[in-house]
T-cell receptor, first 115, second 110 residues
Framework: GAVVSQHPSWVICKSGTSVKIECRSL??????MFWYRQFPKQSLMLMAT?????????EQGVEKDKFLINHASLTLSTLTVTSAHPEDSSFYIC???????????FGEGSRLTVL | KNEVEQSPQNLTAQEGEFITINCSYS?????LHWLQQHPGGGIVSLFM?????KKHGRLIATINIQEKHSSLHITASHPRDSAVYIC????????????WGAGTKLIIKP
C-alpha cells in the first residue's frame, strides 16, 4: 500500500532554534499535503493545507511565519518550526492526498520537544 | 456541539468481545475515514467510506448517509487492538480537509 514517511520521528531541540520536519509520499504523487498538530489527549488540529507549487493555506490562529511550509515537489512537503519555544512541543502529523484517487495517507508523526 | 461526535470516549473490554465504536456527524460529507492511532502517535488509515460497508480482516465499517452515522466494529478483539480510534469526515465543500472526532480510546484486556 501507499506509504507516507515522516522524518524525523522525534526531535529534541533548544529554545530559539529551528526544526524541519519532512513528509514524503514514497510511492505515489501527492498534489495536496496536510499538516496537523496534536496536543496531549486532544484530537488532531489542522494547521495548514499545502498544494504543490503554491503557497500553503493556513488555518486561523496558525502563525505562517512561525510554521513555514514548503511543498516543492509532488512527493515532498516540509514543515519548519522557526525559533521554537517550549509551547511548540507537540506531535506533528502530515497526510498526503494521492493524485488521481484522492485517497489520504498518513505519516507516522513527529514528536517535537523544545527545551 | 462538535460537527463529529464519537462514542464512547473510552471503552475497556475483554479479549474476544465484539466491539462497536460509533460516529455521528452533522455536515454533508463526501467521505468518512476511520483511523487508528497507537500510543506512539502514529496513525494508520483503516477505512475510507462514502456508502455501505467495508470489511478488512476483523474490522468492519458501516455508514448510513441518510442518518449521518457510521460504526466501526471489531470482531474477536485482541489486546493488540488497543489504540485510539478516530473518525474523521471530509465535508462536501472542502478541499479534502478533514473534520476530526475526538477519538475513542479502546483497551482490550487479555
Amino acid at each position: 500500500g501507499a506509504v507516507v514517511s515522516q522524518h524525523p520521528s522525534w526531535v529534541i531541540c533548544k529554545s530559539g532554534t529551528s526544526v524541519k520536519i519532512e513528509c514524503r509520499s514514497l510511492d505515489f504523487q501527492a498534489t495536496t499535503m496536510f499538516w496537523y498538530r496534536q496536543f496531549p489527549k486532544q484530537s488532531l488540529m489542522l494547521m495548514a493545507t499545502s498544494n504543490e507549487g503554491s503557497k500553503a493555506t493556513y488555518e486561523q490562529g496558525v502563525e505562517k511565519d512561525k510554521f513555514l511550509i514548503n511543498h516543492a515537489s509532488l512527493t515532498l512537503s516540509t514543515l519548519t518550526v522557526t525559533s521554537a519555544h517550549p509551547e511548540d512541543s507537540s506531535f506533528y502529523i502530515c497526510s498526503a492526498r494521492r493524485q488521481g484517487t484522492g485517497e489520504l495517507f498518513f505519516g507516522e508523526g513527529s514528536r517535537l520537544t523544545v527545551l | 456541539k462538535n460537527e463529529v461526535e464519537q462514542s464512547p470516549q473510552n471503552l475497556t473490554a475483554q479479549e474476544g468481545e465484539f466491539i462497536t465504536i460509533n460516529c455521528s456527524y452533522s455536515v454533508g460529507i463526501s467521505a468518512l475515514h476511520w483511523l487508528q492511532q497507537h500510543p506512539g502517535g502514529g496513525i494508520v488509515s483503516l477505512f475510507m467510506l462514502s456508502s455501505g460497508k467495508k470489511k478488512h480482516g476483523r474490522l468492519i465499517a458501516t455508514i448510513n448517509i441518510q442518518e449521518k452515522h457510521s460504526s466501526l466494529h471489531i470482531t474477536a478483539s485482541h489486546p493488540r487492538d488497543s489504540a485510539v480510534y478516530i473518525c474523521a469526515v471530509r465535508a462536501m465543500d472542502s478541499n479534502y480537509q478533514l473534520i476530526w472526532g475526538a477519538g475513542t480510546k479502546l483497551i482490550i484486556k487479555p
